[in-house]
């Protein structure tokens, strides 16, 4: 990294915390056409060593506990994709930096992601016929991005989803893409700089679904969490998808009445203090990289920052 860049994110995280957003880690090219944002380990490595010129990497329970965390990085893992453990733990645990997995328990329990369902329809044309059949309040655009539009009831379209592939029959089964209860015990407990958050139970659009909806979507993985997974951090909760559209007011009185103090986004920014609520949960920014480049992308998000 040349001197200009380094001095400018240096300056940067003089003010500035950050706490990265990754999802699949894999060479595998295919699932970035398959709307997986993955990135493959040799990116992931640059990413860490260039970042780690400027910013302390700590946990997620020392980044969200610190009164200012400028100078602070932090890595996140969303949704639980297996190939976090394969490729990214190695990388972590030889420059003993931590981590933490936002994972739905759903999954973890052996059921299908409804964005498996979607991405299903989407790979096979079949998303105009289901369209059809499922009454959506919204269905401008790509079929793959209304389907997660907040007029659109998350849990009403996975019911669709389901009764569509019943009277189709057609059967998705569950593959090794993502970790399941086992695969999470045994790596949480092997490698301490792991930890947990909950990631909502079926990875729903909070804003999307009813107040009961919400309330069993954020509670109801909160006790199995904690029962389970010894790195489970109670304080914290990773808002599904993560954008200020995704979640409501009641999705944070339900939190708040959850006792989680902390809700991490997905709004490509960096994280200040002076950004940070006295309100509860308090919201934590999270910026996902999307190219090889990451510290360009950092620093383009930087200068659009007043100050």
């Known amino acids: 990294m040349d001197n200009h860049r380094q001095n400018t ?15 699949s880690v894999s060479s595998d090219t295919g699932l970035s056409q398959n709307r ?28 969200v506990s610190a009164e200012d965390p400028a100078g602070l990085a932090t890595i996140t893992f969303d949704d639980g994709y297996r190939n976090v453990l394969t490729n990214a733990l190695p990388i972590l645990e030889g420059a003993q930096i931590p981590a933490t997995l936002c994972v739905n328990s759903s999954v ?27 009454d959506l309040s919204v269905t401008e655009g790509t079929f793959y991005r209304f389907s997660k539009h907040p007029a659109n009831n998350s849990a009403l379209i996975d019911e669709c989803l389901d009764k569509y592939f019943n009277d189709h029959g057609i059967e998705i089964t569950q593959d090794r893409t993502y970790m399941d209860s086992n695969d999470l015990k045994s790596c949480t407990k092997s490698h301490r700089i ?3 958050v909950n990631h909502g139970a079926r990875h729903y659009v909070l804003s999307s679904l009813t107040d009961e ?14 029962e389970c997974f010894r790195a489970c951090l109670e304080n914290v909760f990773s808002a599904p998808f993560g954008g200020s559209r995704d979640i409501n007011e009641k ?23 002076d950004q940070m609520s006295s309100r509860t949960p308090c919201m934590i920014e999270r910026f996902m990289p999307r190219s090889e ?15």
């Not at 383009?300 to 100050?307: A, C, L």
């Open 213 to 226: 909806q919400q309330a069993h979507e954020i509670n109801e993985p909160r006790l199995w969490l904690s």
């Open 9 to 23: 994110l240096r300056s940067l995280s003089k003010t500035h915390g950050l706490m990265l957003l990754y999802h």
């Open 251 to 273: 999705s944070l009185e339900i939190m708040a009445e959850a006792e989680y103090h902390n809700v991490l986004m997905s709004r490509q920014r960096l994280h200040r203090k």
């Open 194 to 196: 792991l930890s947990v």
């Open 36 to 63: 997986i944002h993955n990135v493959s380990p040799d990116i992931f490595e640059k990413h860490i060593s260039e970042l780690y010129q400027a910013f302390l990497f700590v946990s997620m329970a020392e980044f």
């Open 293 to 307: 480049d990451a510290v360009e992308e950092i620093l383009k998000e930087y200068s659009k920052i007043p100050g």
């Open 108 to 134: 973890l329990q052996g059921q299908i992601n409804w964005r498996e369902k979607i991405r299903f329809l989407v790979q096979h044309d079949l998303a105009e016929d289901f369209v059809a059949t499922c």
